[in-house]
């Protein structure tokens, strides 16, 4: 393949448009901003699930309270009506009055059972909202870190993304002014080899692979025609001379 040295010159420029877009890509990709996303909303998630579990003991430690207030209600309701048939003097019975205070007795002290209960149930119910309270303020707390470090990310992506864009119109430029064909092989190249299609012969070494042509393998750049696209041996890369390449 044959190209006027000048638009192979210009590839070289092409190539440092796109290492540069590749460099860009993975600016993007390795911000320390999403490893900090990550393990946020990891803590985000565990909280979220505890204040869910804390809730959830809330709500059953009320329910809990309701029905033992309403055992206590109960009893108490239950050992007034005793407490006025015994003091109407209705009942005149020995044993039924012996009975009854009996019944009252044993009511008293059922009643004092359940709001046992009841005090029992509303520290449970006290302790259960002290860390729905606390787990809510750790979630927001780390809903706020969340937030501001996906600020910060879609930020530095906006500037990236900017610069990507310029960098491409710029690329489609200078590569417009490239011969389709040498343009074909060049991006067939950087496919195969990592990214990088055409590197710079710069004092007798190609800036592809790093190494040093040969005795032979310089003989032959030498000997090629200006306009011809030689190859490097050892990468195969497009190798472009210029006048520092020690030739």
Same mark, same amino acid.
Do not use: W
């Given at each position: 393949?044959?190209?006027?040295?000048?638009?192979?010159i210009r590839?070289?420029?092409? &190539?440092?448009l796109?290492?540069?877009?590749?460099?860009?890509?993975?600016?993007?990709k390795?911000?320390?901003e999403?490893?900090e996303?990550?393990?946020?909303?990891?803590?985000?998630?565990?909280h979220?699930?505890?204040?869910? /579990?804390?809730?959830?003991e809330?709500s059953?430690?009320?329910?809990?309270?309701?029905?033992?207030?309403q055992?206590?209600?109960?009893?108490?309701?239950?050992?007034?009506?005793?407490?006025q048939?015994?003091?109407s003097?209705a009942?005149?019975?020995p044993?039924?009055?012996?009975?009854?205070?009996?019944e009252?007795?044993?009511?008293?002290?059922?009643?004092?059972d359940?709001?046992? $209960?009841v005090?029992?149930?509303?520290?449970?119910?006290?302790? /259960?909202?002290e860390? $729905?309270?606390?787990?809510?303020a750790?979630v927001?707390?780390?809903q706020a870190?969340?937030?501001?470090?996906?600020a910060?990310?879609?930020?530095?992506f906006?500037?990236?993304?900017?610069?990507v /864009?310029?960098?491409?119109?710029?690329?489609?430029? $200078?590569?417009?002014?490239?011969?389709?064909?040498?343009?074909?092989?060049?991006?067939?190249l950087?496919?195969?080899?990592?990214?990088?299609?055409?590197?710079k012969?710069? &004092?007798?070494?190609c800036?592809?692979?790093?190494?040093?042509?040969?005795?032979?393998?310089?003989?032959?750049v030498?000997?090629?025609?200006p306009?011809? $696209?030689?190859?490097?041996?050892?990468?195969?890369?497009?190798?472009?001379?210029? /006048?520092?390449?020690?030739?």
């Amino acid at each position: 393949m044959n190209a006027a040295p000048a638009d192979q010159i210009r590839l070289l420029d092409v &190539q440092a448009l796109d290492l540069r877009l590749s460099q860009l890509a993975h600016k993007r990709k390795s911000l320390p901003e999403h490893a900090e996303i990550q393990a946020l909303e990891g803590d985000l998630a565990q909280h979220r699930d505890l204040l869910v /579990a804390a809730q959830t003991e809330e709500s059953d430690t009320d329910r809990e309270q309701t029905k033992a207030e309403q055992d206590v209600d109960q009893v108490r309701q239950r050992a007034a009506r005793d407490q006025q048939r015994l003091d109407s003097g209705a009942i005149t019975s020995p044993k039924d009055l012996e009975n009854l205070q009996r019944e009252i007795v044993s009511l008293a002290k059922r009643q004092g059972d359940l709001e046992d $209960v009841v005090l029992e149930v509303m520290e449970r119910r006290e302790s /259960a909202q002290e860390r $729905v309270g606390e787990l809510t303020a750790r979630v927001e707390s780390v809903q706020a870190k969340v937030d501001d470090a996906t600020a910060r990310r879609d930020a530095a992506f906006e500037e990236i993304d900017g610069e990507v /864009a310029t960098v491409t119109k710029e690329r489609e430029v $200078v590569a417009a002014s490239v011969p389709a064909d040498l343009l074909k092989l060049y991006d067939k190249l950087r496919a195969q080899q990592g990214g990088v299609g055409a590197a710079k012969l710069f &004092q007798r070494r190609c800036e592809g692979c790093r190494l040093e042509l040969n005795i032979t393998e310089l003989n032959d750049v030498r000997a090629a025609a200006p306009d011809e $696209v030689v190859r490097c041996e050892n990468c195969r890369r497009i190798l472009v001379r210029t /006048a520092d390449s020690g030739l």
